[in-house]
């Protein structure tokens, strides 16, 4: 096994050179998509200067050199996945069109009315919903199989449920954010007992296992080139050939056709019969540089440095005060899920993001698993082989900061409905906009503008549980939030909100302080986006949370015209 060098590794990742707010970079987030290596972009651009043309179609050199490019890609990634054969190799845009192709070309020609779909409760909604539509197009029906305490699915009810019903089997190998690997080989050996079919999704295994398909011996296998150092916009779906073969089109068009007259169109053999149109050929020429890369690093010296990181980050979190993982046990790659007493998670990611941490927050595209832990949501923090221990010290020691800062300020107390729209008689407790624009001139950094955002959230008074309903939420927001409004005898406006996090609620707070105790004429002439630009918020700010702060006004607005 070749040794591996960690400097010599993380250089080629140039993006780990910058700065976020104005600190440097510790990007944790490698479950939702990892950083791209110099070998890799400026492969992608190479593509478009030595070789673009289109593929397969034309008789000039550069289409011929396009084609190669194009085709020898798919050989590296047949290898690299031990396929018997190219024609087992279909080019897609991601895992999800990868799943989606398998349920509209397998599934609604296989499926009839009563057939079963097993699922877990583990999965991404890409592995989901895809199921969702094929069973209501072709009767099919879906059964969920539990896990285990550690996040595994349960082989003992799957072993019960499976049946000569059930036609198909869809599985992550790993999860995106339990992080434990599923018992594969004994899934596809019952699966097998009751010809089921099977899928397995190894979006999150490509980058930390060494995958062989032929030893797995599963049905399909779907991954994307964006979580193993590849470009955006390339998926793979392995098929075995016979099953492929039998499979009608997923889409139409160019490529995919052997001739076509108005009267009958005949198909293309496999893989061309799947990929319909001009391909992301730049980004699939990437992909092969993404594999040369890998192997020239040596995948098992990346998956064993991987595996260093992940136990002493799983020791270094286990002595954050209150960090409780999602399922028990460490995991089996470096992704942790985790909840902090008295933190909601967005603040948590939000805080640490103010000092250059990046990690994830929220369901995680795995909604009816939290619903099955029965917990709205959770940090995540996932690593790669750039990822450094003294990343990971760091980490941990603003995790603990957090719980010191908790501890040493509660929020204010819960405002009555009485209190709320007696309007002439409610302490004025919001700053003006003046007020908050001195507090926030003086906080030259993000850090310490977070912390006055945050600081904001702790102050802005609760509403009361019945104040919390479908008519006030604001939709929108990444968390939960609502807004009350009440008007005045003489047309003035008075708006109370909340949110289970604090930086929605101080967010809150720096809008109320632009509308509250004005009519609905000053307000509409406020303007709000440049109030937001003195403030340096949206700059600042996620897309996401950028757009909860407008939702909020959005609500306002909706409000005063009623």
């Known amino acids: 096994m070749k040794s591996f060098s960690f400097r010599q590794f993380r250089q080629q990742f140039p993006i780990l050179e910058n700065l976020v707010n104005a600190k440097p970079l510790i990007y944790f987030d490698n479950a939702a998509t990892t950083q791209k290596p110099i070998c ?10 030595t070789a673009n043309a289109n593929v397969h179609r034309s008789s000039h050199a550069l289409s011929a050199k396009a084609t190669s490019v194009f085709e020898q ?107 434990r690997i599923n018992p594969v080989s004994e899934i596809i050996k019952i699966a097998k007992k009751y010809q089921v079919k099977t899928l397995v999704d190894g979006a999150q295994a490509i980058a930390h ?7 797995i011996d599963c049905d399909f296998y779907v991954f994307s080139a964006h979580k193993m150092y590849g470009p955006t916009g390339v998926g793979v779906l392995y098929g075995k050939q016979e099953l492929l073969e039998s499979m009608p089109p997923y889409q139409a068009g160019g490529e995919m056709i052997k001739s076509v007259s108005f009267e009958q169109t005949t198909y293309n053999e496999i893989p061309h019969k799947f990929e319909a149109g001009t391909p992301n050929i730049a980004g699939i020429a990437a992909m092969g540089a993404t594999i040369n890369f890998i192997e020239k690093q040596g995948g098992e010296a990346i998956h064993e440095y991987e595996s260093h990181l992940k136990q002493y980050c799983y020791q270094q979190l286990l002595s954050v005060q209150g960090l409780k993982f999602i399922v028990d046990g460490e995991p089996d790659i470096p992704v942790f899920s985790f909840t902090i007493e008295g933190q909601h998670n967005h603040d948590v990611a939000s805080a640490l993001d103010s000092v250059g941490i990046a990690v994830r927050s929220g369901h995680h595209c795995a909604m009816p698993l939290m619903q099955y832990l029965n917990i709205s949501g959770c940090i995540r923090l996932s690593l790669s082989a750039y990822n450094s221990i ?18 040493n300020v509660t929020d204010i107390v819960t405002v009555s409905s009485k209190e709320i729209k007696d309007l002439d008689t409610l302490t004025d407790s919001f700053p003006s906009v003046n007020d908050i624009v001195a507090l926030f001139s003086k906080s030259k950094s993000w850090d310490s503008k977070h912390r006055e955002i945050m600081m904001l959230g702790k102050k802005l008074p609760r509403l009361p549980v019945q104040e919390k309903n479908g008519n006030t939420l604001i939709a929108g927001c990444e968390s939960h939030a609502w807004l009350v409004c009440s008007k005045n005898t003489n047309g003035v406006f008075r708006f109370s909100g909340d949110s289970e996090a604090k930086i929605i609620r101080g967010l809150i707070t720096i809008v109320l302080a632009a509308v ?34 407008r939702a909020i006004v959005n609500k306002i607005h909706n409000a005063i015209k009623l």
């Open 390 to 407: 003294e990343e990971i010290d760091f980490t941990v020691k603003q995790l603990k900061s957090l719980n010191l800062t908790a501890a």
């Open 516 to 549: 509250n105790n004005k009519t609905a004429a000053q307000i509409a002439a406020f303007d709000m986006e440049n109030y937001f630009s003195e403030l340096g918020l949206l700059q600042h700010l996620s897309p996401s949370r950028g757009n909860g702060l």
């Open 209 to 215: 296992l060494t995958i062989d398909v032929d030893k």
């Open 73 to 179: 890609a798919r050989t590296k990634v047949k290898n690299f996945i031990n396929a018997e054969s190219e024609k087992e190799i279909i080019w897609t845009k991601g895992s999800t069109e990868s799943i989606n192709l398998i349920a509209q070309s397998w599934g609604r020609s296989t499926l009839k009315a009563g057939d079963e779909i097993l699922l877990s409760y583990s999965e991404h909604h890409a592995n989901i919903v895809p199921w969702q539509i094929v069973a209501q197009q072709t009767g099919a029906k879906i059964k969920v199989l539990p896990l285990t305490t550690t996040g595994q699915i349960d082989l003992s009810v799957l072993e019960q449920v499976i049946s000569e019903r059930t036609k198909i089997v869809c599985f992550a190998h790993i999860s995106n954010v339990l992080g």
């Open 40 to 49: 890799v972009i400026n492969s992608h651009s190479q593509y478009y200067q």
